[in-house]
C-alpha cells in the first residue's frame, strides 16, 4: 500500500577537500537509530522495522548490502507484529531485541553476507532499548522491566501489550549462540522510572579496567 516505509542509503567518499557521491540503495522499512546500521569491510548491514505494531502488520529485518549498495543477504519476517528496539552488530554477529508484549533477544550469524541467519532467540518479560557489549560472550540490556496484560485488561482496553514497571538491567550471556541466557538483572525503581540512557547511549559511563558502570535514573 501506500504506507510502505523504505529506508533509502547513500554512499559518499569523503575526502580531505572533496566528497563524491558513489550511489545509493533501497531496503524496506524504517531504522531505530546508528546501532541498527553497521559498515564491515566491503558490506554495509542494516536492521529495519516495517509496517506497524498498532495493526499487527510489523515486521523485522536484516539486510546486507554488497559495495554498491545490492541487497545480497536478507532474513526477513522476524517477529511479526512487534519492532526493533534495540540492535547491536558485533563483527560477525548481530543482536537484535523486539517488543510489544514479551522481549526477543535473536542472535544472528551475519558472518556470510550472501546468507545472514538467526542462530537462536531469547524470550523474557521487558525489553532493552540499548545493549552494550561486554567482551566477546556478554551482553548488558539496558531498558524497561514490563508486566503483560492480562486477557481481561486486554479485552476490556482493546489492545495487547505490557505495563512498564522499573529500569532494568540484564546481563546476557551470548556464549552458546543458539541459547542466549539471562545471567542475571537489576530492576531499579518501578513504573515511572527511566533513564536517559533509552535514548541517548552517551548517558552511559562504562568503565571496564574498574567494573564499574553509571548513567542516571529519574
Avoid: C
Avoid at 485488561?153 to 556464549?175: C, H, I, N, R, T
Amino acid at each position: 500500500g501506500s504506507w510502505d516505509d523504505q529506508t533509502i542509503i547513500h554512499k559518499l567518499r569523503l575526502g580531505k577537500e572533496k566528497m563524491a557521491y558513489l550511489g545509493s540503495g533501497t531496503v524496506a522499512g524504517r531504522t531505530l537509530n546508528q546501532f541498527a546500521m553497521d559498515e564491515s569491510g566491503d558490506y554495509f548491514r542494516i536492521a529495519t522495522t516495517e509496517g506497524y505494531t498498532w495493526d499487527d502488520s510489523s515486521l523485522n529485518n536484516l539486510y546486507v548490502l554488497d559495495v554498491d549498495l545490492t541487497v545480497v543477504g536478507s532474513v526477513e519476517g522476524l517477529a511479526p507484529g512487534e519492532e526493533i528496539y534495540s540492535v547491536r552488530f558485533m563483527g560477525d554477529r548481530a543482536y537484535m531485541v523486539t517488543f510489544k508484549t514479551v522481549d526477543p533477544l535473536f542472535v544472528l550469524d551475519v558472518s556470510d553476507p550472501r546468507d545472514p541467519e538467526v542462530l537462536g532467540e531469547l524470550k523474557i518479560p521487558g525489553f532493552s532499548d540499548y545493549l552494550h557489549p561486554y567482551g566477546d560472550d556478554y551482553l548488558i540490556g539496558f531498558g524497561l522491566d514490563t508486566d503483560a496484560m492480562t486477557e481481561e485488561e486486554m479485552d476490556e482496553m482493546g489492545v495487547e501489550g505490557a505495563w512498564y514497571q522499573g529500569v532494568k538491567l540484564a546481563m546476557f550471556d551470548v556464549s552458546d549462540v543458539s541459547a542466549p541466557v539471562e545471567l542475571h538483572k537489576e530492576i531499579i525503581g518501578d513504573r515511572g522510572t527511566h533513564s536517559e540512557l533509552s535514548w541517548n547511549h552517551k548517558a552511559l559511563l562504562f568503565d571496564e579496567g574498574k567494573g564499574i558502570m553509571a548513567f542516571p535514573i529519574s
